[in-house]
């Protein structure tokens, strides 16, 4: 039996090798934190037991993130996307929690040894129904996919995912009760829920933001984050003596302080606690896992994973149908969501502490959600092969739009193709239009690109790091490639298709910093233009001149450091951060 001090320390020591190890293969922290949760378990190397402390540490980890959910939710926000949000995404849970009910029962029928009570289902349904918003947004991030018609739908989803918790939590302690009692159970619960948020709404409502502007004024960092753990802990607490859950008070806490200006401030402070915290709650999870039991039950296991990403990525897919998605939107909105998610694990937590679910059951679903999430990364990224083989218009809706790319843009010759039309790339585009350089630009937003084309700029929605959209925009005939959004990965991937398509195309590539400037010079580009650097000459540039120093020694200086390739400027004595 190991002390509180060695248990922490060995899940934090476990905890840095496994992210280490996921980051190098470029998958999500929380696949790491699972995989060693699984590994350190009493159902596998035994080198850390299932305790009061894990499950304590698992607890924190938890309130911290709906703190961090209570932060982002922002009434204006659920106003502009109200129909996704309380259609899609209600019409997502409610069908999830349904069907599973539905096909639990059923199993339950042709198969009598299995003890699977419709709360048990309900409990389930409720888990399945969620998925991971950490492993999503992150990977539509780096594709830049979440301004695209299927983004959108998918945040809006999570959204009201993330919302749906806060009932459940609520409704499956109380499921455990007797049948008699439960309405009753229900009943009190809700009243006891309405009572204390309102309470907690009417006078936190007036009193945080004074509060927050009162510790503020004594400008110390200390006190403001003493103050933070209070409030977060404290409202935690309240809702757990009223005889609800510490997710609930924390996420009360953190839509009132979203009210406040001190919401922005408050979301980078606590982030470390909510990490660190929630990525202990996923070891705690993976401790769960009886590897044995997976094994001997192996196909079981397989064939309970199938059904739920299959049965939960149909019913996404057909639920954004009938809210009018076209088919290949509406197949990537569901791909992208087939997985389980972090609170998957906090529902089943639950379910579990209630005595809800068998143990044999909850060790099947408890697997087959973990091998979800480790196959998310996949899924998502041959998404668009997945569904230009089952989307048949899908291939006619691309070719209609490269087509009307291509018809744009045939007739011009010597053209400069950006691809972003974010702020570098606007304000490129003006630039060439004052020397009256004819160019073309891509860009994924399509709100964006709507306005931009109303106000007559030449720009189409279209990936740059897309082959035929490269075609499409006469990258055989243009005169040179700009690439305007600093994200190393993608601007690869453009300059590997330049390179077979247009090899003696001049590409100037926008970056962060001189971190890749090598590799991206290596892969083919003509110059890379860090904007770290760029500000700096900037910066010094004003300041020399305001000193005194004749303008033309001081062009001469920048144009020396970039003729230098910003040589004298790349080697600097890193700070604390």
């Known amino acids: 039996m190991h002390s509180g001090l060695e248990l922490t320390l060995l899940l934090l020591g476990c905890a840095v090798l496994g992210v280490v190890a996921f980051r190098t293969l470029q998958l999500p922290p929380m696949l790491g934190y699972l995989a060693v949760g699984v590994l350190i378990g009493p159902h596998a190397l035994a080198l850390a037991e299932d305790s009061p402390t894990t499950h304590a540490l698992g607890e924190f980890g938890i309130v911290f993130l709906m703190f961090s959910i209570g932060l982002e939710f922002s009434l204006g926000q659920l106003r502009s996307m109200r129909r996704i949000v309380f259609g899609l995404g209600l019409g997502q849970v409610v069908s999830t929690v349904a069907a599973a009910m539905g096909i639990g029962l059923l199993a339950a029928y042709l198969m009598p040894h299995l003890t699977l009570a419709w709360q048990a289902a309900f409990a389930l349904g409720g888990a399945l129904a969620m998925s991971s918003t950490a492993i999503v947004v992150k990977l539509l991030t780096e594709r830049l996919e979440l301004e695209s018609e299927h983004g959108r739908r998918i945040i809006g989803i999570l959204l009201f995912q993330d919302l749906a918790v806060v009932p459940l939590l609520i409704m499956i302690p109380a499921l455990a009760r007797d049948p008699e009692d439960m309405a009753i159970t229900l009943g009190l619960a809700a009243l006891k829920a309405g009572l204390v948020l309102a309470l907690l709404l009417f006078f936190g409502q007036k009193l945080m933001g004074r509060w927050f502007t009162i510790v503020a004024k004594r400008r110390s960092q200390e006190l403001f984050m003493l103050n933070l753990l209070l409030v977060t802990l404290g409202s935690a607490w309240i809702t757990e003596q009223a005889g609800l859950s510490l997710a609930l008070g924390a996420f009360v806490a953190g839509m009132l302080i979203s009210e406040t200006p001190y919401k922005h401030q408050v979301e980078e402070d606590i982030k470390p606690f ?304």
């Open 274 to 577: 909510r990490d660190v915290l929630l990525g202990l709650f996923f070891i705690t999870i993976g401790m769960l896992l009886d590897l044995r039991l997976v094994s001997q039950y192996w196909w079981q296991v397989t064939l309970l994973l199938a059904l739920v990403v299959l049965l939960k990525a149909g019913l996404i897919v057909l639920m954004a149908r009938a809210f009018g998605a076209p088919l290949g939107t509406a197949l990537r909105t569901g791909l992208a969501l087939a997985q389980a998610g972090e609170f998957s694990f906090v529902l089943l937590s639950h379910a579990s502490g209630s005595k809800l679910i068998d143990p044999f059951v909850m060790q099947l679903v408890l697997a087959s959600m973990v091998l979800s999430m480790l196959l998310a990364p996949f899924i998502i990224g041959y998404m668009d092969r997945i569904v230009m083989k089952v989307a048949a218009n899908e291939w006619m809706m691309q070719s209609l739009q490269l087509t009307q790319l291509a018809t744009r843009t045939m007739t011009t010759q010597k053209h400069v193709i950006i691809a972003g039309f974010g702020r570098s790339g606007q304000s490129l585009a003006t630039l060439l239009k004052e020397e009256a350089l004819p160019w073309y630009a891509l860009d994924l937003d399509p709100e964006r690109v709507q306005k931009a084309q109303a106000a007559g700029a030449t720009v189409s929605y279209g990936d740059a790091a897309r082959r035929e959209s490269l075609i499409a925009a006469g990258v055989h005939r243009a005169s040179a490639l700009v690439i305007t959004f600093a994200d190393t990965r993608q601007a690869l991937k453009v300059l590997h298709l330049v390179h077979e398509l247009a090899p003696a195309l001049p590409v100037i590539v926008r970056s962060h910093d001189d971190g890749d400037m090598d590799v991206l010079k290596a892969a083919g580009a003509t110059e890379v233009v860090p904007e770290a650097l760029e500000s700096s000459l900037m910066l010094a540039s004003h300041a020399l001149v305001t000193l005194g120093v004749p303008l033309r020694r001081v062009v001469h200086r920048v144009q020396a450091a970039r003729k230098g390739r910003y040589a004298t400027l790349r080697g600097y004595f890193h700070g604390a951060d």
